[in-house]
């Protein structure tokens, strides 16, 4: 009876050592650029451990400042010291770029951690050199670094450091992207471009989709933010090509009904982002909140979609969804507002909880790649960094700074003190 037992211990924890295994090999979304060679990330290979593999340890507990101060070390350490760029993809043992040439279209949503991480005060001398150097080395000189994530990377960075060039840069590159989107240079036709482009030409029709189009008018609120002008009604053009998709073109290019089609969660994470930023379609906006409130798991996370990794968070995901639940708290303040708000906090908490003691990063697993496996995705190292620092705890009362412990405490100070107070006075009538 007893080997039994041991036996069916032993098989269980394999078998969730497997299927651990399985879910984060999940592919990971890249912001889509045309005409450029995409990263070929997008296939599905299980990784089987191996049994002499140790146990990383996770950072349990954890603060945010030191999550996002050692969380940007490590990209600082990664860094490339001649494009300013990230390696994609690299072995959790590695400790400095590769070399080779970074891939141009993941500089903004790597870099913002960067920047989330110095705005998480105190900012650090390292954290500022690496914002410099991304722009200085890569970004300024390479016009086809103009990717989703970018502008808004640029004129946040502005912001912070009043560097006119940050901003000027950020706005240029938006401009000249959409420029370049057919027929005619329009908002609307870079969305649709973006549309077409993932679903017609990468066979991605999807969450993709939105999530990427939702990135991009996420760029265009940046520069309206900043510059004013016509750019809110290119946020709105973006909101309206997100509407269409998910409600007038009866799933073409991502169907919302359907939890099981890759990056479903990421879909409604960019499309709720987009929809709040507009101030548009207040309806279908409501309603993804509701689902992604509906769909959060017990442990804080979201999954990457409904089917096959049901039940287990998703790094990248669980950051999209902390971002898009934090701009809407902080932009639509309310009872909704309250509950997004707390709803990214437990996401936020749950990504600071799974960043490795090892080296700081976000790893996962794939058999196929690295040194026995386990391997890092420097974008998603900076998207989680960018959550954790969007994501702001619940508020308390302000007149403690230990939890609402404090107010039975009060209230027996308060009782202890007319007590006495009580027996003060009784004492001198006499």
């Known amino acids: 009876m007893k080997r039994v037992v041991v036996f069916t211990l032993a098989l269980t924890l394999a078998l969730s050592l497997i299927w651990t295994a399985v879910i984060l090999a999940a592919p990971r979304a890249i912001p889509y650029e045309a005409g450029e060679i995409q990263l070929d990330k997008f296939q599905l290979s299980p990784p089987t451990l191996s049994a002499h593999k140790p146990v990383f340890p996770k950072a349990t507990p954890l603060s945010f400042p030191n999550s996002l101060k050692n969380g940007s070390q490590r990209l600082a350490d990664l860094q490339s010291a001649t494009d300013g760029g990230w390696d994609w993809d690299v072995d959790s043992s590695q400790v400095a770029h590769s070399g080779s040439a970074s891939p141009v ?27 410099q150097d991304a722009f200085t080395l890569a970004i300024e000189p390479n016009v086809l670094i103009r990717t989703g994530g970018v502008p808004q990377f640029l004129i946040k960075a502005k912001q ?14 938006y401009d000249v992207r959409k420029a370049l989107s057919p027929p005619s240079g329009t908002a609307g036709d870079r969305a649709r471009q973006i549309r077409d482009g993932r679903c017609t030409g990468q066979g991605l029709c999807n969450g993709i989709v939105t999530w990427d189009i939702g990135l991009v008018a996420a760029d265009a609120y940046a520069v309206f933010d900043e510059f004013g002008g016509s750019y809110g009604d290119d946020v709105d053009s973006m909101a309206l090509v997100i509407y269409d998709v998910l409600y007038t073109t009866s799933g073409t290019y991502f169907d919302l009904a359907d939890r099981n089609e890759w990056w479903w969660t990421l879909g409604v994470s960019g499309s709720l982002e987009a929809f709040i930023l507009s101030g548009n379609y207040p309806t279908e906006r409501d309603q993804m909140l509701d689902s992604l409130l509906k769909y959060q798991l017990p442990d804080g996370s979201w999954e990457w979609h409904g089917g096959i990794y049901g039940g287990a968070g998703d790094w990248q995901t669980t950051a999209y969804v902390v971002r898009a639940l934090a701009i809407y708290e902080k932009m639509l303040p309310g009872n909704n507002g309250k ?5 990214a906090w437990n996401g936020a908490r749950w990504l600071a909880l799974e960043q490795s003691r090892y080296n700081w990063g976000w790893f996962y697993h794939d058999a196929s790649l690295a040194v026995d496996g386990y391997c890092e995705n420097t974008e998603v190292n900076g998207e989680c960094l960018w959550a954790l620092y969007l994501a702001k705890p619940p508020d308390v009362p302000a007149f403690t700074s230990y939890g609402y412990a404090a107010i039975p405490v009060l209230v027996i100070l308060i009782g202890v003190g007319a007590l006495l107070y009580r027996r003060r006075k009784t004492i001198h009538s006499f």
């Open 105 to 131: 279209n993941t500089y903004g949503v790597t870099a913002l951690g960067i920047l989330g991480a110095y705005l998480n005060k105190p900012g650090e001398p390292f954290q500022q050199t690496a914002i």
């Open 160 to 173: 912070v450091f009043a560097t006119q060039a940050y901003a000027d840069t950020g706005k240029s590159r």
């Open 339 to 343: 509950l997004a708000g707390k709803a």
